[in-house]
């Protein structure tokens, strides 16, 4: 059975949800994202089958899942990339993100971090922030109108949170790789999204900087709702409070990172490849 109700709101035609206007999800039950009976096929290969996926409200959900599995698939049903074949897919109760585009998807407060960082590398810290803050509005707009002392604290804040604000002056450029991540989940934080989906953050990232992003991430749930797909299982350890498997599509298990570890089904299908190490043998 459907746990959101059947009432999702459209918009209607010719009203399409801007930016301005704060499309509020209604998280009563405590659910901000729901994925029902979802599925999709490429060519008749189903990349998801009929998988089912809630994230509660402020929670970190880990999502792991071998080679194929759909992970990348399904953040892509989410953020409107994709259309599923069949299913529902709910921001709140109410929300229905399959009637809304990617812009309007990013809009209602759902933010995607690709793995590879897209920050402007020739401009500082502080102006990518500012640019995002700006939103639509454009590259020239943001950069030679003058900032509000809101927008000043609200960029302040970011630069603490994510750790840079001695760097703000710097060339993006001229950043690490795990500061230019940082950097790009500051440049979403901007938007305030409630849901922020982000694909295997720690990639390529030194052990200090892998620490760090732990650290980021968590103190990040709670205001927002957190969704990490993530290779490294060392670090799905240290941030997961529960995690879901993928497998062929659809939701093979689910629970608290010692559950799925002691999950035969699992540890057959997946863990079982590596049970001895850390890492998953992503290439
Ligand atoms: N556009 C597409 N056309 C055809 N097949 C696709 C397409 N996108 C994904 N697939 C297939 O769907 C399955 C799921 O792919 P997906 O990228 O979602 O997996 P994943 O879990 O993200 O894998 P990885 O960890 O390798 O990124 C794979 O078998 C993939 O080859």
Request: glycine share 10%; with cysteine; charged share 25%.
């Amino acid at each position: 059975m459907n746990l959101a109700q059947e009432t999702a709101v459209k918009p209607t035609q010719g009203s399409p949800l801007l930016a301005q206007d704060h499309i509020e999800p209604d998280t009563r039950h405590g659910v901000i994202l729901y994925v029902e009976d979802v599925s999709v096929s490429f060519d008749g290969f189903k990349a998801l089958n009929d998988l089912n996926l809630y994230i509660n409200d402020g929670e970190l959900r880990c999502l792991i899942g071998a080679n194929g599995a759909g992970k990348t698939t399904l953040m892509d049903v989410i953020t409107g990339k994709t259309r599923p074949d069949t299913g529902r897919v709910s921001f709140g109760q109410q929300v229905d993100l399959l009637q809304l585009n990617e812009s309007e998807i990013a809009n209602a407060g759902i933010g995607r971090k690709f793995q590879k960082p897209t920050v402007f590398e020739q401009l500082s810290v502080f102006e990518n922030l500012e640019l995002s803050l700006a939103g639509d509005k454009g590259i020239w707009t943001s950069l030679f109108h003058k900032l509000s002392g809101e927008q000043k604290d609200r960029i302040a804040e970011i630069l603490f949170t994510i750790g840079l604000t001695e760097q703000r002056h710097l060339l993006a450029g001229s950043l690490s790789h795990g500061q230019k991540q940082w950097l790009e989940i500051g440049m979403l934080l901007a938007a305030e999204p409630r849901l922020l989906l982000v694909d295997e953050p720690v990639a390529g990232m030194t052990a200090q900087e892998t620490e760090r992003t732990a650290e980021l991430l968590t103190s990040l749930a709670g205001k927002h709702s957190v969704v990490v797909v993530e290779h490294d299982m060392a670090f799905v350890r240290s941030i997961a409070r529960k995690v879901t498997v993928l497998h062929q599509g659809t939701v093979l298990a689910e629970g608290s990172m010692n559950e799925i570890q002691s999950n035969p089904d699992v540890i057959q299908v997946y863990l079982g490849e590596e049970s001895h190490g850390e890492e998953t043998g992503k290439e």
